[in-house]
Structures are given as structure tokens and as C-alpha cells.
T-cell receptor, first 111, second 114 residues
Framework: GEDVEQSLFLSVREGDSSVINCTYTDSSSTYLYWYKQEPGAGLQLLTYIFSNMDMKQDQRLTVLLNKKDKHLSLRIADTQTGDSAIYFCAESPLGNTPLVFGKGTRLSVIA | DTAVSQTPKYLVTQMGNDKSIKCEQNLGHDTMYWYKQDSKKFLKIMFSYNNKELIINETVPNRFSPKSPDKAHLNLHINSLELGDSAVYFC?????????????FGQGTRLTVV
């Protein structure tokens, strides 16, 4: 079955790096996604990674994928208070079906 | 110009009423979705629909029905509303094929049943 697991809470100090982890179950997922949800808002795509990649970097964001262990992580460098939000990991089973989301990790940034 | 728009943003209604939430996308996508986000912020797919196929999550009560007048719209109709239906409902769209099913989300409709 499809299941995406994330820890629910993460608290970091402003300026530190944040690492949000995710595990997924469906090895057929060709793309894996990170979405951000700010309070009272919809989900915004942050980044995604193709399953044949190990790493993808986009400015302060680094995504690491360990396909063998089905482990995905999102690192945010120099975390700012504006990064406080809920971060959702998502997989796309069979590559052409609705995204399956993790429960979301609530990131709190302490000034 | 908003890519995926939902109306209304807030909806407060009494138990037993019937209500609809509208969704429109201007991205030319062929697939649209409805997700439910509960009070713990957990997101669950309710429906996915393209012009060929409606896929229903089997856990969704049949009081919920999607209606698609055309490819750019997928409205959600709910009959006999219950307290447990209170949640935020998100519409999304994507383009099928190619493996990347990146979904674009609306801003959500917060439904409160009293």
C-alpha cells in the first residue's frame, strides 16, 4: 500500500539548518515532492526530485533521496522565521495517480 | 491570475444542509482533484477526475459527489452535511502523463458545520 511517514514537529533556531525527513513505501514512485503550507494558505510546491537522482539543490533547499531505503529529506539552510510552516512530503505512486501526502512536519523557527 | 481558484473561501452551514464548493483551473490540465485536510492537517485524497475516469477514494461517503461541467471545473457537492465534515477542502489539478504529476493547489475552502 501507499504510505508516507514524517515526524510531526521540528523546532530550530534562526540561522541554523533544518532537516525534515520522510519515508515512503511505493518504489514505483518516479517523482517525490516537497510542499509548503503557510498558515491559512494552500499548498505550494517547493521542489521535487526525480527518482533516478540522489540529490537536488535549489538555493537554500537541498533534497536528498535514498531510493534503496525509500528515504527523502529536505534541508533548509540558514532557516528564517518566514520558513515557519508545515512541510509535506508526497509521492506519486505509479507516476500518474494522485499524490499521496505524509502527515506534514510543522517547522517552528525560533528567533 | 490565479491558477486554481476555489469558492467560497469560508463556508459555515448547519447540519443537514446541502452545499457546493466550486473549483476552476486555468492551467489547461486534464486532471483535477479534491483533497480533505482535517484539524490535524492530515491531507487525504477524496477524488481524482479527468475526462475519462472518476476515481473515488473508497472511504469517502456517498454524500460527497464531484461534478465536472467541463475540463476546467470540478465542483464538490455535499448532501446532508454532518459535524464531521468540518475541514478544509482543497482542489488541485495536474497534467497526466510524463510521470511528473506535480499538483497545483487552490487556497482551500474552510467548511464549518454547526
Amino acid at each position: 500500500g501507499e504510505d508516507v511517514e514524517q515526524s510531526l514537529f521540528l523546532s530550530v533556531r534562526e540561522g541554523d539548518s533544518s532537516v525534515i525527513n520522510c519515508t515512503y513505501t511505493d518504489s514505483s514512485s518516479t517523482y517525490l515532492y516537497w510542499y509548503k503550507q503557510e498558515p491559512g494558505a494552500g499548498l505550494q510546491l517547493l521542489t521535487y526530485i526525480f527518482s533516478n537522482m540522489d540529490m537536488k539543490q535549489d538555493q537554500r533547499l537541498t533534497v536528498l533521496l535514498n531510493k534503496k531505503d525509500k528515504h527523502l529529506s529536505l534541508r533548509i539552510a540558514d532557516t528564517q522565521t518566514g520558513d515557519s510552516a508545515i512541510y509535506f512530503c508526497a509521492e506519486s505512486p505509479l507516476g500518474n495517480t494522485p499524490l499521496v501526502f505524509g502527515k506534514g512536519t510543522r517547522l517552528s523557527v525560533i528567533a | 491570475d490565479t491558477a486554481v481558484s476555489q469558492t467560497p473561501k469560508y463556508l459555515v452551514t448547519q447540519m443537514g444542509n446541502d452545499k457546493s464548493i466550486k473549483c476552476e483551473q486555468n492551467l489547461g490540465h486534464d486532471t483535477m482533484y479534491w483533497y480533505k485536510q482535517d484539524s490535524k492537517k492530515f491531507l487525504k485524497i477524496m477524488f481524482s477526475y479527468n475526462n475519462k475516469e472518476l476515481i473515488i477514494n473508497e472511504t469517502v461517503p456517498n454524500r460527497f459527489s464531484p461534478k465536472s461541467p467541463d475540463k476546467a471545473h470540478l465542483n464538490l457537492h455535499i448532501n446532508s452535511l454532518e459535524l464531521g465534515d468540518s475541514a478544509v477542502y482543497f482542489c488541485a489539478s495536474s497534467q497526466a502523463g510524463g510521470g511528473n504529476t506535480e499538483a497545483f493547489f487552490g487556497q482551500g475552502t474552510r467548511l464549518t458545520v454547526v
